[in-house]
């Protein structure tokens, strides 16, 4: 018993860790910045479908991240908050894994502007806008990758 929460507390730890790494290569390759904002760690938003412990790992990942990356007290909250809710909703939708990105994807879209507003980079009239272009990063990062992700796990799993 007490060897599982260890090894839980590790692949907890290693998700968080590979969320960081993933987010940092997306900012030194300038895929994070711009219109449209695509930060590869979002893929592993789905792995809550395998394992509740990616749950703590996505979101302590998510609030380091933000933290290295210059984030804003809105993006470390609300932010990682959205990151939060989609893998919380992802983890509920197992049974469904090719679903498990739609949370994601619908918590970012419609926060993560909140927060670009509330930061000063935007005015409310822009939150529309902005809905729209990281809603598309998120389709790319979560949606694409994190099905990929899935599709992968899924035909490895069946082996």
Same mark, same amino acid.
């Given at each position: 018993m007490k060897n599982t929460k260890i090894q839980n &507390?590790?692949?907890?730890?290693?998700? @968080?860790a590979m969320y960081v790494a993933l987010t940092l290569v997306s900012a030194s390759l300038g895929l994070s910045s711009g219109a449209i904002q695509v930060r590869i760690?979002?893929?592993?938003?789905? &792995?809550?479908?395998?394992?509740?412990? @990616?749950?703590?790992?996505?979101t302590v990942g998510c609030f380091i991240a933000n933290l290295l990356t210059g984030g804003t007290v809105w993006d470390l909250t609300l932010g990682v908050l959205a990151t939060l809710i989609g893998a919380v909703i992802a983890r509920l939708l197992r049974r469904f894994p090719y679903a498990a990105s739609v949370p994601t994807i619908l918590a970012n879209t419609f926060i993560i502007p909140w927060v670009l507003i509330l930061s000063g980079f935007?005015?409310?009239?822009t939150y529309l806008l902005n809905c729209l272009t990281?809603?598309?990063?998120e389709v790319i990062s979560c949606g694409v990758f994190g099905t990929?992700?899935?599709?992968?796990?899924?035909?490895r799993k069946k082996k």
């Open positions: &507390l590790a692949r907890s730890a290693m998700i @968080a760690s979002e893929a592993l938003c789905v &792995l809550p479908v395998f394992m509740p412990e @990616a749950i703590p790992g996505v935007f005015s409310a009239e990281v809603g598309i990063g990929v992700l899935i599709w992968y796990l899924l035909k």
